[in-house]
C-alpha cells in the first residue's frame, strides 16, 4: 500500500524564483492539504484541495497556489520566494473534507538563499 | 483565532517510566483530536486518533479526551529511547474551517536509558 509521496525532498532556490512541489496521496485517498512547518513550530495549514478545487485556505498570501489532478495527486507553486518561505513543505493526504485521519508525507524541505 | 497549547518541554522520562504529554485547545466546537509523533528532520507521523470523550488505547499509548475542559493528553507507557521524538497535538474544528488541521508547536520528549 503506497503512502503520500512527496517530490522533490530538498530544494535549494534564489530569493525571487519560483518553486512547484509534488505530493502524490494514499493509496484510496481523494484530499490533499499542504502544510508549511518552519523550524520550532508546528505545521500551518496552507490550503487542502478535494475533487480538483481549493475548498480550505488558511493565512497564506497569494503568492502560495496549487492544482490538484484527476488521479488526485497535487502541486503546490510558490512565486516569489522570500527568505521565510524557507521551511519543511508537507503535504497529508486523506479521504473526504471531514475530519478524517490525515496521512503525511515525508515532507520537502525548501531553503530560500 | 482557533489555538491548540502544548507544554513545550522538553519532557525528560527514564525508560519504563510512563510519560504525559498535555494539549488545551481553544475552540469549544472542535471534533476529531489527533497525536502525532515527529523525529527530528522527518515528518509527523499519526499515532493516536480520538473523536469522544474518554480514554482510547493502542499499545502503550493512551489518549484521553475531555471536551467539557477542552482538554487532550498522551500517556506513553513503558517509555523506550525509541520514543525521543516531538508530539504534536492536532485538532479539528468544526464548522467553516472543516477540514483543516490546527497543530500546537509540538513537546519535546527525550528517554534516557
Known amino acids: 500500500d503506497a503512502g503520500v509521496t512527496q517530490s522533490p525532498t530538498h530544494l535549494i532556490k534564489t530569493r525571487g524564483q519560483q518553486v512547484t512541489l509534488r505530493c502524490s496521496p494514499k493509496s484510496g485517498h481523494d484530499t490533499v492539504s499542504w502544510y508549511q512547518q518552519a523550524l520550532g513550530q508546528g505545521p500551518q495549514f496552507i490550503f487542502q484541495y478535494y475533487e480538483e478545487e481549493e475548498r480550505q485556505r488558511g493565512n497564506f498570501p497569494d503568492r502560495f497556489s496549487g492544482h490538484q489532478f484527476p488521479n488526485y495527486s497535487s502541486e503546490l507553486n510558490v512565486n516569489a520566494l522570500l527568505l521565510g518561505d524557507s521551511a519543511l513543505y508537507l503535504c497529508a493526504s486523506s479521504l473526504g473534507l471531514v475530519n478524517t485521519e490525515a496521512f503525511f508525507g515525508q515532507g520537502t524541505r525548501l531553503t530560500v538563499v | 483565532q482557533k489555538e491548540v497549547e502544548q507544554n513545550s518541554g522538553p519532557l525528560s522520562v527514564p525508560e519504563g517510566a510512563i510519560a504525559s504529554l498535555n494539549c488545551t485547545y481553544s475552540d469549544r466546537g472542535s471534533q476529531s483530536f489527533f497525536w502525532y509523533r515527529q523525529y527530528s528532520g522527518k515528518s509527523p507521523e499519526l499515532i493516536m486518533s480520538?473523536?469522544?470523550?474518554g480514554d482510547k488505547e493502542d499499545g502503550r499509548f493512551t489518549a484521553q479526551l475531555n471536551k467539557a475542559s477542552q482538554y487532550v493528553s498522551l500517556l506513553i507507557r513503558d517509555s523506550q529511547p525509541s520514543d525521543s521524538a516531538t508530539y504534536l497535538c492536532a485538532v479539528g474544528p468544526r464548522g467553516s474551517t472543516l477540514g483543516r488541521l490546527y497543530f500546537g508547536r509540538g513537546t519535546q520528549l527525550t528517554v534516557w536509558p
Open positions: 480520538i473523536y469522544s470523550n
